[in-house]
């Protein structure tokens, strides 16, 4: 009892509290003034600029996830653990120094950036470095999500599926997808997640132009550092209920897993 009551103290400490502040904050002069700082311009701006880099780091993690894990997991060649281990790079790389990776490669200075130039490409300070830093950061989390499973679900049942006449994507879509679809779910919404809430990387490669390279959380840092507060927690807010939501959704992911998982075991 008092092991529980110390763990729900320390969560109510270092995340309730906290929250709770966030929206406080937001909040403290009123909705009119929280809603002016949400539909602000550079508001607007950064929160378009998030998605769309969103919407495009996902789905190209999304497809890079499912291939890694599926060669991973299925098949036995030279350099596999290389692979694997290349995977995991960005969970041990700062998100700093990937950032200056990108400037070091595709900065006006870089190794590429003259060429770059010539070709009249801007990659840093721009919408592009801040995608390419983004995939960075967020790459390993469907391939990690999956690579374990598919390990465990082993190729007996694509095994079957080929000796029964189906094509290579038949088998993925009638046999592997089936499988994976929570896990993958699952990997999904955290990547978009950090997608969404990514500071270090983006914050090196964007050059903090306002209204044109910075994204929600850069935008954040910009209104507290000029101390407005309100407009800053009003925007912090919107990734507080991103993280809010993919709580949620995460918790129905597992139970909806947990429950695939105990059907698959009764099936067999």
């Known amino acids: 009892m008092a092991l529980t009551l110390l ?17 406080a904050e937001a909040f403290r002069q009123g ?23 969103a919407a495009i780091a996902v789905p190209l993690n999304l497809l890079f996830g499912v291939v890694a894990a599926w060669t991973i997991a299925k098949f036995e060649f030279r350099g596999k653990a290389f692979l694997t281990t290349l995977i995991d790079l960005p969970f041990s790389v700062s998100p700093v120094v990937s950032g200056l990776i990108y400037v070091l ?22 919408v592009p470095g801040i995608v390419l830093a983004t995939v960075f950061i967020t790459f390993p989390f469907v391939a990690r999500e999956l690579i374990p499973l598919m390990q465990e679900q082993g190729i007996e049942d694509e095994e079957a599926a080929l000796s029964m ?15 994976i679809r929570w896990s993958l779910l699952y990997g999904v919404l955290l990547m978009n997640a950090r997608a969404m809430g990514e500071f270090g ?9 306002r209204g044109e390279t910075n ?8 209104l507290y550092n000029e101390y407005n507060f309100v407009a800053a927690f009003a925007v912090a807010s ?24 105990a059907a698959n075991h009764r099936a067999h």
Do not use: C
């Not at 539909?39 to 769309?52: G, M, Q, S, Y």
């Not at 590429?112 to 801007?122: A, N």
């Open 31 to 53: 909705v009119d003034a929280y809603l002016a700082a949400i539909v602000e311009p550079d508001a607007i701006a950064a929160i378009r600029l998030t998605l769309i880099v």
């Open 165 to 179: 006449g189906a094509s290579g994507w038949q088998m993925f879509w009638r046999v592997t997808f089936p499988n």
């Open 238 to 261: 919107l990734l507080a209920l991103l993280a809010l939501v993919t709580l949620a959704a995460k918790s129905f992911l597992e139970w909806r897993h947990a429950d695939a998982l």
């Open 105 to 126: 490669l595709y900065g006006a200075h870089g190794w590429l950036g003259p060429w770059l130039q010539e070709r009249d490409v801007q990659v840093i300070f721009a």
């Open 7 to 23: 763990a729900l103290g320390f969560l109510a400490l270092v995340v309730l509290l906290p929250l709770a502040a966030v929206f």
């Open 201 to 209: 990387a983006v914050s090196v490669v964007s050059g903090h132009i």
């Open 215 to 222: 994204t929600m959380p850069l935008h954040v840092e910009i």
